[in-house]
């Protein structure tokens, strides 16, 4: 009985504490770079690269959220891309997604090689964050800045580059 009791106890914890969604880590660019060239029919895949430590960046997180959702129906997808240091994972960033209940998908990319990466991403780009680049690989289409979001300024920008990728 005692054995059966302790059972569910930790089945339960396990199922509560492991509810979190799944983050994926990438320790290098080259691991994580065919994300941005992968195709997933004609969506735009929208990378906003961000970390917890950044202001900027977590308060434009909802905005990101509320354009997933607005934009879901024109096939539009947000990845939320963590610079966050890989040793921070499992202490500070899935807690950060949890508790803020983020449901977009999360990766981290932690390569410390930001000279080599950067610049793939996109050449403008000086490394600050937050950053985002919307790709459409299918169509070639690809645009990035550098700089914090409004959701107008957001969703202005997205509606104009589904126009384009729809011409």
Known sequence: MIKNFLLIIILLASFSFGMGQDVRHFPTFAEFEPMLEASQGDTLLVFNFWATWCRPCV????YFAKADSAFKSQKVKVIL????????IDTRVKPFIERRKITQEVVVMTDHKQNDWIPK?????SGAIPATLVVEPSKKLRAFKEQSFTYDELSKWIEELIAERDK
Do not use: A, Q
């Open 59 to 62: 308060k434009e997180l909802p």
């Open 81 to 88: 891309v963590s610079i966050d240091d890989p040793k921070l």
């Open 121 to 125: 991403v996109d050449e403008s780009w």
